[in-house]
Every structure is written in structure tokens, then in C-alpha cells.
């Protein structure tokens, strides 16, 4: 059931449904830079091109933002496709509700670089953002789909070689069992613009290794020993095929004796903070998560 | 796994060991207002005793509340306990959260009264909300437990009936699965200090006349059509068995289309804000529930 009013998502599907997806890396690489900067970054951001730790960066500040605190933003795309281009309105309209600075990570992409290698920039740029002074309880990460698996797989990296965790997560319609298994699937195939069952399992395979089942917790975080989780946030579209990748998180969180949040907006699609120039609860959405974020960050 | 630490827990877990629940209805009846009133109401708390259209009921305000809007509270219990004074200290901090009055519902109780006694006594109050003036946008309807399904229960009937809907549903640990089918049950039977399956199969009993299957969406909402819930507000503890009550009707809620949010506190048992005097977590959990009221009353 969709609704044909005043949330603004037709606007957003008729720009989806314009701009199919096509066949090929390179070609869905350049699509989503299309789709998802098909509004432009407001005109009052401050941008600074970084190398953090050997990994393409950007920092971007809205004005008046603490400089002291850090988003640290990891883009989705499956893995296999996104860029600081593509999640451009979401990163700094994110950092602007939180008050803080955003570094965004330009991470290295499957298929020519498998896991991984996203995991190894992620951590690179951690560690750089440490080193330069950002103590972890500084530090929020986030990210939407592949974006949020990849969050979650640099804080278990981090907590299992006994590294401070970053303060909080923010979780976007995050993609974390890449064994394509949750019932959401089947349930919103005809509604989700986006993500179907054959695409994420080229993802999937795509990234993961051979040697690595999809079900392994490295790959897939919904399937980790998630103890010593910091505060999560995860907020997911009610028009998702990937809603039960959040709802089984969100359990096997609490399982885990997480404070963990789900927010589920009625009528939105994957990721669809990416679009908050025209849709309000885009907007709603990080409002909550920069009042989530102030509440946790030191 | 439990916390000792910081999170206030062991002081209601050792208040409940200290109590252990009785045989009885009588009895449990006594012990329910041992165990919840256990610390006593802010001494700043206006209270009035009222007959809410033949339902014994006691408006409470705290200094400075807006009394043109309301919470509508409707206690836990299994549906056969629970009283205003087992409450009391819940329901008059939810409303001071919210800033707003509290009308808590002395609605009648099962075995004596099955359903639909309970949901005849809460349309009954909301009905005579309605003639004092308060327009159903301005009311929020909460409850913990039994309290939540009767909060949906209320919801349901309203739409069947073609009736506004209250402005927005606060659900504390509901109990929205009365066949005890969830995995959670099991999950974790061992650390929730209040209720087993044993116990939550002789309430279901005692609760639904012969003839109501105890998965009728009358009795349990879990299994009931959820179009037009309002925005929704599920708080819950990692350490119930009913944990899964709340996290599979957050997920029908959303397939619904609802604006739908779960927050699962750690560390924390069935219905904690009713210990809001020495758990911190529950004092966030009201808070939480304060701005969530004020950003949806009308």
C-alpha cells in the first residue's frame, strides 16, 4: 500500500523509475551519482579534500558546526558501487543536524577489490582520524545500506582487537545478511524501487570472497556476536525488501544487551535520507539521528 | 548476560525476589502494588479522583502540565492485576515527560470480568474524554503490558467504528501475543525476573472467554490488521521473555505502513519505567516517551 500524497515519495520514485538501473558497473556507478545527486548540496557547506590514512576523503562542515566531533560516514552501493558524489545531500545535511563535522570515505569497491578491502580503508581512516587527535567517544559512524554492514563490521574490528568503540552507530537501512534471507524480501519485492533478490545476490557475490560463506559474521553482521555494541541507531524504509535486515538486527542487538533503536518510516524506500531535499521525513530522519548523536557523543 | 553495575536493575530484581508472586488473584492483586508502589509518588503530583463514564479513574498533573491535552493510561497487570495505585508512579512521571495531564483508568479486571470488559470500560473513558472537550488529537493513549494490548485494543475499536484516533500509541513492554509464541519466550526465560510462560498461558485463560482462539485479533493485536495505526512508540527491555511481542508488532506495524519506532533498553525487565524512582533507564525511557507526545499531539 503506497500512499500518493504529501510525503514526497513519487517524486523520488519517478526519478528511480526514469533512471533504470543498467547493466555494468561502471554504468550503475555512474547512475546512482545521478539519482542520489539529483538535488544539489546546500550552498552554505564548507568542503576540504583529505587524505585520511591513504584513503580518498572529505570533510564537510555546515556553519557554526563543532569542529572537535566527527561523523565518520560510509556510503552504501552494495559494496560495488557509491561515492563521496552520490551521498553527498546525505553526509553533510547529516553532519549539519548533528552539529558536527562529517568525513566522508571514498572506501575501494567490489568487484575489483572484494572484502576486504572496505573494511581495511574504513579502518585506515580511523585510525587517522585518531591520530589526529579525535578521541573514539568523539567519534560517531554511520552509514546507509553497504554503508551500515561496513559500520558494523569496523566496529567489531575494532572491538576485537580491544580498540575504543566508536561513541554511537547509525544505521540506515543497513544491509547485514548477505544471505538475501529476510522474509521482507519476498514480502516488499513489489514495492521496493530498488533492491530485489537477484541484484543483491550478484552484490553479494560480488564482494564476497570464494573461501567465505555469505552467512560468515564478517560478511554478514546480522549473524556476529554482537556484545559491547555502542548506543545504534537504525532507521529503515517501511518500502523496503531489506526491512527484516533491520528488524533482525535490532533483535539480535537486544539479544545482545545493546541500547538500540528502529525507526520505521511508513512509505519511504531504501536510503531514503538521500533525498531530503524533497521528502520531509528525510529530513525527520536526521533530525532524529542529530539529537541521537548528541545524546552520545563525549 | 546481566549488568551489576551503574543501570539500578539489581535493586528491582532483589525488590521482587523479596516478593515473590503468590497463588491467588487476590493475593497477586496485593503484591502487584507492593512491587510497583514500592517508592512513592513526587510529593508535586496533583492528583482527582474521577468517574470517567463509569470507570473509576484519577487525573494527575504535575506542576506547570498543559491540562488541555492528555495521556490516557491504561495500566499492566495480565489484564487480571494492576490497579491506579500499582501504577501510580509510571503514569504521573509519564505525564509530567509529556508535560500534559494523566487520566489513569481503573478499568476491570479478569477472571471476574473477561473480555471485552476491559476495552468496554477503556472506549467508555475515551468516549467521556471526548465530551469534556479533548478532541482525539489531543489525546495520547500509553500503557505497559496488558495495558499496551488494551491501548490497541482502544485503537482498533476507534477505527472499526470509524472514530478519530488517538494522536499517537506508547506501548511499555506490550503483551501483544497471547498464544506466548514468541521465541523470546524461551530466549530468555532465564533472566526475566517476571514473567514465564506457564504464568502468561494461565492469564490468556483467564483472560479470553471460551470460544475466542487466543490468536484472535481481538485479544491478541499482534495477529490484527494495522492499517492506520498512529505514530507508535514501543519501549521494551532486552531481559524479557516478551521482547519478541514488541519486535514482531513493530514489524507488522511497518508492513502496515505505520510510523513505527522500537527502543530496546539493556539490561532492563518487563514494564522497568514503573521503577522510574531508581533506574536511570527508565527516567530516559519517560523522556523519550515526553518527546515523542509533544511532537504529535495536536
Known sequence: MRATDENGIDVVRQLLGAKPRP???AERRARIVEVG????VAADIAFETVDAGGVPAEWSRAPGADTSRVLLF??????????LASHRTMATEA???AGISTLSLEYRLAPEHPYPAAL?????????LERQGFAADRIVVGGDSAGGNLGLALWRDLRDAGRPAPAALWLVSPWTDLTVSGASID???AIDPLLHRAYLEELATAFVPEGIPHDDPRVSPLFADLTGLPPTLVQVGADETLLDDSVRLV???ALAEADVRLHVFPHMIHAFPLWNAVLPAARAAL???GMFARTYLA
Chains 1, 2 share one sequence.
Request: with cysteine; proline share 3%; aromatic share 16%.
Open 95 to 97: 553532519g549539519r543536524a
Open 251 to 253: 533483535r539480535a542487538a
Open 37 to 40: 545527486g539529483a538535488w544539489p
Open 287 to 289: 533530525g532524529e539521528f
Open 23 to 25: 547493466v555494468g558497473w
Open 120 to 128: 581495511d580503508d574504513a579502518r585506515a581512516a580511523w585510525t587517522w
Open 74 to 83: 560510509l556510503h552504501g552501493g552494495g559494496y560495488c558501487s557509491g561515492s
Open 187 to 189: 514480502d516488499n519485492d
